[in-house]
């Protein structure tokens, strides 16, 4: 299905700030594709390189090159802003010093059937840091213990209406957070693609930095999205990892909630127990 250049198909939003080591890798591998019904948006944070001016000269190269510049409050901010400003039906994160997999990635990703119906569609991400690729199927489980590369996932528009965008609390696991939210979410449909998204490299500010209050609020995540979609056993596992954490963070009240919800899944787990061997 062909769009419009005012109403491309894919927004491919970049967020930039002093990136001119690596974005013309990033650059290359979208303007490559063989599909060109695409938008790239360039949200740059006041870089004070030559970021701006490799834009400008591909730009000359590809006419479906945006750029906004100016002070934000981060990654989490600039992909927000990107969200208000695209264009395309799709949209896709793709960071500065990451790419594309191969040319033809996102003429395999429209061609598949499977992505119709849904609103979010996951793949995978390749890596040397994960000795291949990352990381398959994911489950409500597996998702409270490690995340989904946003380099692996494709959003309709309609998805950021029903969850929102990037909480910007969390400084390095915004992107954690969201897809906790649609994951777990009834309102939307998602799907995994048995399919390479794009290059990953690792070492970005949310390898680096420490995002306590993200794994902090992890137990109320897990209390209002998890009951009724994780086993009992999964929720315990799941609290007694954060009762560990609150433990060096010592946040007495934290504590009391984690355990107080703890011995509410014990007791719950008994009566199921008892129930089902009547």
């Known amino acids: 299905m062909s769009k419009t250049q005012s109403s491309p198909i894919l927004t491919i939003i970049i967020p930039t700030y002093n990136s001119e080591v690596t974005l013309g890798v990033a650059l290359k591998s979208i303007i ?13 944070g006041l ?10 000269d591909y730009k000359l190269e590809y006419a479906g090159i945006n750029v906004v510049s100016e002070k934000d409050k981060g990654i989490y901010d600039a992909m927000n802003k990107g969200v208000l400003l695209a264009k395309g039906e799709w949209l896709y994160f793709l960071g500065s010093d990451d790419s594309l997999y191969e040319s033809t990635t996102i003429e395999e990703f429209l061609g598949n059937t499977s992505i119709e119906n849904n609103e979010v569609v996951y793949g995978n991400v390749y890596s040397k840091y994960f000795n291949g690729s990352y990381d398959g ?4 489980c597996k998702l409270l213990n490690q995340n989904i ?17 990037y909480n910007l609390k969390y400084k390095a696991y915004a992107d954690w957070h969201h897809n906790i939210n649609w994951f777990f ?50 929720l315990l596992n799941s609290c007694n990892n954060y009762i560990n954490y609150i433990k060096h963070e010592r946040n007495f009240f934290k504590l009391f909630v984690a355990y107080f919800f703890k011995f509410g899944l014990m007791i719950f787990g008994k009566i199921t127990q008892y129930v089902i061997h009547r």
């Open 185 to 234: 979410s009834s309102k939307i449909s998602y799907i995994y693609i048995d399919q390479i998204i794009a290059n990953f490299t690792y070492g970005g500010f949310s390898a680096i930095y420490d995002d306590k209050a993200f794994k902090s609020d992890k137990i109320f995540l897990l209390i209002s999205k998890g009951i009724g979609k994780l086993t009992t056993p999964e």
């Open 137 to 140: 199927t994911f489950t409500y």
């Open 149 to 165: 590369s946003h380099q692996a996932i494709f959003f309709r528009r309609s998805v950021f209406d029903k969850t929102g965008r």
């Open 32 to 44: 490559n594709q063989t599909v060109k019904d695409i938008e790239i948006l360039i949200i740059d």
């Open 47 to 56: 870089s004070t390189d030559y970021t701006l001016k490799i834009v400008e």
